[in-house]
């Protein structure tokens, strides 16, 4: 059985190893987002990675090593003394959020105290479940991937969240 894992690569070689795991068709996650960037003489959006050094691999125990023997793959990300197996809902969040350009999305590395649940409950990321923070007087909800100590932040307009009650599960 599959299952997410992260992945720790070489900076700025993201898309390269992308690329490498897709050739061995191994399927692979890597979150961008656009990003205008100036040089002396033109402007230019180029995609750039969400979270750099990182990559999500959907793969079974016997692919791991396939993983391991791709160039600039440093290793397998560890929490709690085994390799992070990241929820798939964390992962569809992540593409559900950077699929709505409409949304201001920013990654943060700071360790957020647990907030109020919420869930979005209008617009295109109905159904979302995060943690609900104010910044700047601006509301904004927190998807926390905790294996890898990052979070995922969009903006919303109020309205469209509502408290989340615990699901027992």
Same mark, same amino acid.
């Given at each position: ?13 993201? #898309? ?5 795991? !897709? ?5 692979? +996650?890597?979150?961008? *987002? %656009? ?59 992540? #593409? ?5 350009? !409409? ?5 943060? +590395?700071?360790?957020? *105290? %647990? ?55």
């Amino acid at each position: 059985m599959n299952s997410w894992y992260a992945v720790y690569i070489r900076p700025q070689k993201e #898309k390269r190893v992308k690329s490498c795991l !897709e050739e061995k068709q191994l399927e692979c +996650y890597l979150p961008l *987002r %656009k990003s205008l960037r100036q040089w002396s003489d033109r402007k230019k959006w180029i995609e750039i990675p969400v979270i750099t050094g990182y990559i999500f691999v959907n793969i079974n125990s016997s692919q791991r090593l396939d993983v391991l023997k791709t160039d600039f793959v440093m290793g397998f990300v560890r929490y709690l003394g085994a390799d992070a197996i990241i929820p798939e809902n964390q992962i569809n969040t992540m #593409k559900c959020m950077l699929g709505q350009s !409409e949304y201001d999305i920013e990654v943060d +590395y700071t360790n957020y *105290r %647990k907030g109020q649940p919420v869930i979005v409950t209008a617009g295109p990321l109905t159904g979302l479940r995060g943690n609900l923070v104010l910044v700047k007087n601006k509301h904004k909800v927190i998807v926390s991937l905790e294996q890898i100590n990052v979070n995922i932040i969009a903006e919303l307009p109020a309205i469209q969240l509502e408290v989340a009650h615990a699901v027992a599960g």
